[in-house]
């Protein structure tokens, strides 16, 4: 993290600092939140930072359908702006962009000054989806394997931009539960997308397409941080945690705010105005 002198360091509760998965008891809310509020007040200082300083990130999730990106993604962005942080969530590429150079959809996005962005998938499409499903060729998907590293050391890393990149590995059994929760779950329902049920079925294959993206992407320049996320309240604060860790962030002094006083000049009844207005019924 940054300035150590500026702010409290923090660990998941009851984990130690390193776990290569196991059985653990399951995570109070409480304390799960207690824990969360302590990394999120964490990231308003590196929100605070960023402005200050101009600086650029950007933060991938990938992982399988059900892995939980996009909960953490919520949990990384409740309490900070949407102007610092952007989150982009790109759909299917439309029939123009099909015929543009690969990477430029995902770079329009690409941070200025001052500026997180948070891609919930990225590039990494082409080398999960893409590949599994056969929307690009196998000589598109070696050709990106084969170019990725040098664009994201030439046009990310090397211009100064923070790059994280988080993988959420998630069980065989866990997937299941989660997808039969979506599929009986009228309110979770919306999660399933067409291309849930076929990963489903190919698990192996995204196993494959997986082990071959790590082994040509992993790079010490932009290396990939697995995120073992079973147990979603562990893998968030876990997650959050390392983040802040690889951020050199330092808490920024703040003027003290002082609420001012109403001016009474031109005072007059303004509730008295809105009396027969037409008022939401009020059924709660």
């Avoid at 702006?81 to 952007?86: E, G, H």
Wanted: proline letters at 5%; charged letters at 30%; a positive charge.
């Amino acid at each position: 993290m940054g300035n150590k002198t500026a702010k409290s360091k923090t660990k998941a509760v009851g984990k130690p600092a390193v776990v290569e998965g196991g059985n653990l008891p399951k995570l109070k809310r409480r304390d799960y939140e207690k824990e969360l509020l302590k990394l999120q007040a964490e990231l308003c200082m590196v929100q605070d930072w960023v402005q200050a300083t101009g600086q650029r990130i950007i933060i991938l999730f990938e992982g399988r359908d059900a892995a939980g990106k996009g909960g953490t993604i919520k949990a990384i962005t409740e309490k900070v702006s949407p102007r610092v942080f952007r989150l982009v969530a790109l759909p299917a590429p439309s029939d123009r962009e099909k015929t543009q150079v690969y990477a430029q959809r995902y770079l329009t996005h690409f941070p200025a000054a001052g500026e997180v962005v948070i891609f919930d998938r990225s590039w990494y499409n082409r080398a999960g989806v893409e590949k599994v499903m056969g929307f690009c060729t196998e000589e598109q998907h070696q050709k990106f394997l084969e170019m990725c590293p040098a664009f994201e050391k030439n046009i990310i890393v090397d211009n100064g931009i923070i790059l994280l990149k988080y993988w959420l590995e998630v069980g065989d059994k866990e997937q299941e539960r989660r997808f039969r929760a979506r599929i009986e779950d009228p309110v979770r329902q919306w999660k399933l997308s067409p291309m849930d049920l076929p990963s489903r079925q190919r698990w192996y294959d995204y196993s494959r397409a997986r082990d071959q993206m790590l082994d040509a992407t992993d790079t010490d320049f932009a290396p990939w941080h697995v995120v073992h996320s079973d147990d979603k309240k562990r893998a968030r604060l876990n997650l959050i945690t390392h983040l802040l860790e690889q951020i050199p962030y330092v808490r920024q002094p703040r003027e003290k705010v002082k609420l001012p006083k109403r001016n009474m000049k031109n005072a007059y009844d303004d509730e008295a105005t809105m009396s027969k207005r037409r008022w939401l019924p009020e059924r709660y």
